[in-house]
């Protein structure tokens, strides 16, 4: 049964919707770069793609609009909100891996950036499952 409440927290819930929003445009606008720009053009912007795999870079790329839709449909919709939880902290793990490659590299000026949206999707997974969860229609 649907329920049109508004939520406990409602301060909390519009800071999740709109963290949601704008990371889901970034992430979208990353996995556009990495899986449309030709491969030739793209380590004048980002070196570490000039070493790495073109499949790789399509598939980094396609992972970051997946998660991006995963960020804002499923909660708008109310269909399977949980994916909303899962997509965060598949993000927040990308970010993780993201970090790492960066350090291996030596290109820790990336570091604060990655530290930043990891912990904005690790915000979301954690209010979307214990503070303001959004519920299914059902």
Known sequence: MTTNAPPKNKGLHI????????LAMTFAMAGIIHATTPMSAMPHAMA??????????RLIGASELIGALGLVLPDLTRIRPVLTIWAAICL??????????????????MFPIFLL????CAFIAWGRARKVPITPDE
Do not use: C, D, K, N
């Open 15 to 22: 800071s999740l919707w709109i963290t949601q929003v704008l």
């Open 92 to 109: 927040s793990g990308f970010m993780v891996l993201a970090s790492l490659a960066y350090l291996s590299r030596r290109e820790e000026r």
């Open 48 to 57: 570490w793609t000039g070493a790495a795999p073109e499949a790789m870079v």
């Open 117 to 120: 949206l990891g912990g904005l």
